[in-house]
């Protein structure tokens, strides 16, 4: 979210515009990979992927997960197959390094991670009293207040059940929404914090008149993942959820991105302190459980 609470350096260093331009440099083929661990995580075959979108092709879905392939993941795509497999689109980022940024997790566990976006919030927390009867005492002491605080920081209003992708996501009216809202929160963004055209467009990779088209809310334009984790991290802000805010037709997206990280968080927090025969039988459970539900939802 960009708040007074973020810390936004209005004169990004050449340094960190270099950082950038090196850590992003192979994005596209990352996601690729990404998106094609993610889907067989999930069992999901492109028949099935491709059955839960419309205006977008089979073989342009394959070339997409294709790390040969040579051209740009749009950020829109990437944000819609995040919907279509309930994934954070932060998933798609780490999932080569998953096992770097969640430590203690195995690949069994961490294919897990990729499987439970829709399981239904009831299953989801009975799995969790389960896994927390498996703890030592002190350890469930520390997981039942780490699980409240991270519940609490959740809208009440928000009801997980309800942000599930529509049967079928129409990919071009998602798009149109997706660079709406951004046109105009990234405008609001630049306005609120006197950031020069030309910083904010050499920050996220674009050139002066490609970022001025990002800001025209009346053109959709495919731009490329990068400038969504281009902005976080070259603006130093603490989530770009905020980026999606203004979506109107599918608000639901918008609700999901503010609360569907927690159940990663609650997972890992949950199975890090079981000893390795129960961590094992525990992931196990959840790994079934989630595919029945993919499954039966596809």
């Known amino acids: 979210m960009y708040n007074s609470a973020d810390q936004v350096t209005v004169t990004v260093s050449e ?3 270099q950082m950038l331009d090196s850590l992003l440099e192979t994005i596209d083929t990352d996601m690729a990979v990404s998106m094609s661990f993610v889907r067989r995580a999930q069992g999901m075959s492109f028949r099935e992927l491709e059955q839960k979108v419309s205006g977008l092709n089979g073989s342009t879905l394959k070339r997409y997960m294709q790390q040969s392939y040579p051209s740009v993941r749009p950020i829109h795509m990437v944000a819609a197959m995040s919907w279509v497999m309930m994934v954070p689109m932060t998933s798609f980022y780490y999932a080569v390094k998953m096992r770097e940024y969640y430590r203690g997790m195995d690949d069994k566990a961490i294919e897990a991670l990729y499987c439970i976006g829709r399981l239904p919030t009831e299953q989801f927390e009975l799995y969790l009293d389960m896994v927390k009867n498996l703890m030592e005492p002190d350890a469930r002491l520390k997981f ?22 529509p049967p079928v996501l129409d990919i071009n009216a998602f798009a149109i929404d997706y660079y709406r809202s951004v046109a105009i929160t990234v405008k609001r963004f630049r306005q609120e914090h006197n950031i020069p055209i030309e910083l904010i467009a050499r920050v996220l990779g674009l050139s002066d008149y490609q970022y001025i088209q990002l800001e025209d809310v009346s053109k959709t334009r495919d731009f490329s993942v990068a400038i969504g984790f281009r902005v976080k991290l070259g603006f130093e802000l603490s989530s770009h959820v905020n980026f999606t805010s203004e979506m109107k037709l599918f608000p639901q997206f918008h609700q999901l991105r503010q609360v569907q990280h927690i159940r990663d968080l ?17 992931v196990e459970i959840l790994t079934t459980l989630s595919k029945i539900y993919i499954k039966n939802v596809i």
């Not at 519940?151 to 992708?165: F, G, H, R, T, W």
């Not at 890992?268 to 094992?280: D, F, G, T």
Request: hydrophobic content about 35%; glycine content about 0%; proline content about 10%.
């Open 15 to 17: 340094e960190r515009i």
């Open 144 to 165: 039942q207040a780490y699980r409240e605080e991270l519940n609490s920081q959740v809208d009440p209003a928000i009801c997980y059940d309800e942000l599930l992708p």
């Open 266 to 282: 609650l997972i890992v927090e949950a199975l890090r302190p079981l000893n390795p025969e129960c961590k094992k039988r525990a």
